[in-house]
């Protein structure tokens, strides 16, 4: 499982996706090669994000593809997600692995700081987020990071590292030269909605990998 986080990674959006078109903007996203997807809703109640949660893994697997909770570890092992995706304000990688066991994935985001992805590193997460590397509508608040530091980051560790932020068709390369082994994207697939759209992206991204 931690052995193919590699390609596009689809990130899902409530503002973007209303929950009433979650699943079918999902299916098209990996139909169109999509290798992860990460659940992303910090406002749904809790029971709604518990049957989403399961119905996108089950989706998800379908495709074998990797299925990872945003935020949230307990809700990652209640469901028996794949992984969970956490940031620097997200409870530590120690709390996430005492629920999840060591044969789940961890994400962590690093944003553009090689101490924090050696930190990362140092405590056991599964792969590092880096970003955002372009202006990014979804998270304009992001701090910006370099190229150059995702470049000495993919020499550094051995570990996937995973760019983020106004990640698009055009744009995605330069990432991928530098190292990364996925791309995370929201807008530039979830941006659209016609589901025939978000296919048609998610297959210009994942064939550059
Ligand atoms: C793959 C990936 N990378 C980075 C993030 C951002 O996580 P975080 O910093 O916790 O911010 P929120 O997404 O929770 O707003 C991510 N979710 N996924
Ligand atoms: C969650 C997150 N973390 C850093 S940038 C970002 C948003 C990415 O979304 P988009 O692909 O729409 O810029
Ligand atoms: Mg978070």
């Known amino acids: 499982m931690k052995q193919n986080i590699q390609g596009l990674y ?22 169109g090669g999509a290798r992860l997807l990460q659940y992303r809703d910090k406002t749904a109640p809790p029971d ?19 299925f990872i909770v945003n935020d949230d570890p307990a809700l990652a092992a209640e469901v028996n997600a794949d992984g969970v995706h956490i940031g620097q304000s997200d409870g530590g990688i120690a709390t996430a692995r005492a ?12 944003h553009g700081d090689l101490t ?13 987020a880096m970003g955002r590397f372009f202006p990014s509508r979804t998270k304009p608040q992001a701090p910006p990071a370099e190229i150059a530091t995702l470049k000495q980051a993919c020499g550094e560790f051995h570990l996937p590292v995973v760019a983020i932020g106004g990640v698009n068709a055009d744009n995605a390369p330069l ?17 659209h909605s016609d589901p025939a759209d978000i296919e048609a992206a998610a297959r210009r991204i994942s064939t550059l990998f």
């Open 116 to 128: 924090l992805a050696r930190e990362a590193a140092a405590a056991g997460a599964d792969y590092l």
């Open 175 to 191: 990432l991928i030269q530098a190292g990364a082994a996925s791309v995370a994207v929201i807008e530039a697939l979830f941006g």
């Open 48 to 66: 709604l994000r518990r049957r989403r949660a399961s119905q996108l893994r089950a989706l998800c697997h379908e495709y074998e593809a990797l």
């Open 99 to 110: 629920l999840l066991g060591d044969n789940r994935i961890i994400g962590v985001t690093c």
């Open 10 to 31: 689809a990130i899902t959006d409530p503002t973007l996706t209303p929950d009433e078109h979650l699943l079918p903007a999902a299916e098209a996203a990996l139909f």
